[in-house]
Structures are given as C-alpha cells and as structure tokens.
C-alpha cells in the first residue's frame, strides 16, 4: 500500500518502507535518550562539581525534531554551572539545522 508513497531511490532504497518506519519510530536523538532516562530515575547523576558560567547555543535540529531541549536539561544537571542559553533570534543558524531537516 504504502510503496508508491514511500518510494526511496537513495542510501535507504532497498529496506522495505514499513520496515524504515519501524526503526524511525523506535530512534532517539541520545540527548531524548538520556534526558528520558533521567526522568524516570535511571541516570546515574553523582557528577562532580564544574564551576564555571557556560553559554549554551541549542542546535536548530532540535527543534525540528519537535524534542526540546534535551541537552540544556541534562547540562543543568551539573553541579556548580552557570548555564545560560542562547535565544530570541540568535536561535538560529539560518541553515535550517546542521543536517538540513524539513517538515
């Protein structure tokens, strides 16, 4: 049903199309990975201290991937770190991400 639909000429081409659809609902950025499993209690987070203010500039891919800001989260949990993100405008390459993401 889906073949014309979801029809692949490149890298991807000979995997049945369902079967792409299988492992992209079941891969995670490692940023959503780790922040997940600090969520539900399973991240070790014993780390020592870093002193020291940081600036934190959120990938734009992230945000097409609709998943937060994972990253952010889990340099937060630092001790010791002054973490300030970069937002407003500055929230964006102009490249749409690093790897070229389109809805």
């Avoid at 490149?10 to 369902?18: E, N």
């Avoid at 014993?46 to 945000?63: A, N, T």
């Amino acid at each position: 049903m889906y073949q014309g639909i979801l029809k692949d000429d490149g890298y991807f081409s000979a995997i049945d199309p369902m079967k792409r659809i299988m492992v992209a609902e079941n891969t995670y950025d490692l940023g959503e990975y780790l922040i997940n499993l600090h969520r539900s209690g399973e991240l070790k987070t014993d780390f020592g201290e870093v002193s020291g203010r940081m600036v934190y500039y959120p990938p734009c891919h992230l945000r097409e991937q609709n998943i937060g800001r994972p990253y952010q989260e889990l340099l937060s949990l630092l001790p010791g770190i002054d973490l300030e993100p970069v937002d407003g405008s500055l929230y964006c390459c102009g490249m749409g991400g690093i790897m070229g993401f389109k809805r």
